[in-house]
Nanobody, 125 residues
Framework: QVQLVESGGGLVQPGGSLRLSCVAS????????MAWFRQAPGKDREFVAA???????TPFADSVKGRSGISRDYGKTLYLEIDRLNVEDTATYYC???????????????????WGQGAQVTVSS
């Protein structure tokens, strides 16, 4: 059973930064490609960023490219950082895990079998 728990959300001012964490309760963290998705009220869940099992492949959505980073450590934690936040970044952020043995992590939510409960991020002055 895979359990994912996000933390680090909250209220952030426009122009600020956020750092989210996702702790995975798994036997072997490195068998999973990991990703962050987000969902704003009334909108579909959208891809934000992903990282391969080895950490060598990190695709980003165009909406956050150039102002975000994703990383993972041997403590079974996944991280997401986004700088220069704007109101369009307001959403519930979810981490997800995919145990397929593929080199490039998917950008498609339905490819991920395991999800966290979500962390709310609100960008507002």
């Amino acid at each position: 059973q895979v359990q994912l728990v996000e933390s680090g959300g909250g209220l952030v001012q426009p122009g600020g930064s956020l750092r989210l964490s996702c702790v995975a309760s798994v036997r072997t963290f490195t068998v999973y490609n990991m990703a962050w998705f987000r969902q704003a009220p009334g909108k579909d869940r959208e891809f934000v960023a992903a990282i391969s099992r080895t950490g060598g492949v990190t695709p980003f959505a165009d909406s956050v490219k150039g102002r975000s980073g994703i990383s993972r450590d041997y403590g079974k934690t996944l991280y997401l950082e986004i700088d220069r936040l704007n109101v369009e970044d307001t959403a519930t952020y979810y981490c997800a895990a995919d145990d397929r043995a593929i080199e490039t992590p998917s950008r498609v939510a339905s490819d991920y079998d395991y999800w966290g409960q979500g962390a709310q991020v609100t960008v507002s002055s």
